[in-house]
């Protein structure tokens, strides 16, 4: 008996690129007798391995058709069993020289481990209990050029996983779980906003300013125009545009662009969720993202009890809430509230063996404090607000003490997940932050404008509005007990190979 696995190599071990050589001669041969593995444009498939399994019955014997790539085989003289690979999982095959014709055996015996083959039989249950398929017709459908590697010795180096991701989707299950399950997550996050009246929308990836973010853009080059063109790296300017326009309830889930640094946490393009609401603020925007990841965790992981690198994360309950002074205060023992000029920030930093720059002001020290000691220590979801005005240039000021704003991210295993504000809606207060931002990004290197159409819709007027955008890769990680966010993404951003 002769076994075959998923790299198809016999007792007499071949190397990958003697097997190409083989398998390249075995299409030769097929040309040379007036067949193309390749011309098939269709197969008329009735199921899917997993409806054969659902569907099965010991009284009825049920003629199906399936196709799918086959994974492995044993060659047994005049019937030899396979397993065939679809879109729903395995399922064996059992194909027998007398049912198909001698010549379609040895046809089959000569296929290859990652051929695409179809079949015609019924379902009937072996002896030894699994559901197969009793082959009465079989088709090559495509040729595979390349063995496929082992799972457990031939597809371990991520870096080959990442850049060959069709390759890892075949021989690692587990991963194609993964995204069957971003897929549901984005579908649930969809019908989460849209049951609450949000209207999804699209806005451009491409425009004509630099803005002076803190994140830098790419850069492209428009050649009717003959100007340089910016691939966004935030959608908000464009979704609070429509809340001035009468869109009350709005939201973007796509792709956002920053020229910057590739870690676990960090892709070049990444998946955003933006939402804008009208007449809200961010305790409104603290309440949504709540009730989100608990209602997408339970749809799609049927508990709010998540295992996440180590821990369990749990995402019922009523989420943890402290102002970024107050985190500060209980990690570092350090009394911001008790700051009355920068000077006297930077001192008290500096006395409790802390160095922050020396231009720092009260706000950026608080920021910069809870940088260096409160965030690894945030591992169960908590709401972390009122973030200083230096750091925070699109967020309302709070009434009552302007140096700080409405706004809030929230973090879950140390790892910020999202960010919201009660939006500024004052045109002239909006300016003079965007000149004081563009300022600091010129003084860098970087041409960065304002955005004056933007000022000119809130000259125009916006209403009271809340804002929340959260990362959908790491909301992803979370749900799927992943490590990098390169392991949920179907084609993360990689490094030419020289």
Known sequence: MAEENMNGRQPAEQSASEQSQIRLGKLKALASQGMNPYELTKFDRTHLSSQVVAEFSEEEQKTVSIAGRMVSRRIMGKASFAHLLDLEGKIQIYVRRDDVGEEAYRAFKDFDIGDIIGVTGFSFRTKT?????????????????????????????????????????????????????????????????????????????????????????????????????????????????????????????????????????????????????????????????????????????????????????????????????????????????????????????????????????????VNFLFEETVEENLLQPTFIYDYPIEVSPLAKRKKDDPMYTERFEFFIKSMEFGNAFSELNDPIDQRQRFEKQVAAKRAQGANASVDEDFVLALEYGMPPTGGLGFGLDRFVMLLTDSASIRDVLLFPTMKPID
């Open 129 to 365: 209990g699994e559901i197969s398929i009793h082959v009465q017709q079989i088709t090559l459908l495509t040729k595979s050029l390349h063995p496929l590697p082992e799972k457990f010795h031939g597809l371990q180096d991520t870096d080959t996983r990442y850049r060959r991701r069709y390759l890892d989707l075949i021989v690692n299950p587990e991963v194609r779980d993964t995204f069957v399950k971003r897929s549901r997550i984005i579908n649930e996050v969809r019908a989460f906003l849209n049951r609450r009246g949000y209207l999804e929308v699209d806005t451009p990836v491409l425009g004509t300013l630099e803005i002076g973010a803190a994140a830098r853009p790419f850069v492209t080059h428009h050649n009717a125009l003959d100007i340089d063109m910016f691939l966004r790296i935030e959608t908000e300017l464009h979704l609070k545009r429509l809340i001035v326009g009468g869109f009350e309830k709005v939201y973007e889930i796509g792709r956002i662009f920053r020229n910057e640094g590739m870690d676990t946490r960090h892709n070049p393009e990444f998946t955003s969720v933006e939402l804008y609401e009208a007449y809200t603020d961010f305790h409104g925007m603290m309440d949504l993202i709540e009730d989100l990841f608990k209602t997408v965790a339970r749809n799609v992981c049927g508990t709010t009890d998540v295992p996440f690198q180590g821990d369990v994360i749990h995402l019922g309950g009523e989420w943890a809430r402290l102002s970024m002074r107050e985190a500060v205060q209980k990690y570092s023992g350090i009394d911001c509230f008790a700051w009355q000029s920068d000077e006297q920030a930077r001192a008290d930093c500096a006395a409790h063996g802390f160095k922050p720059d020396a231009n720092f002001t009260m706000g950026e020290c």
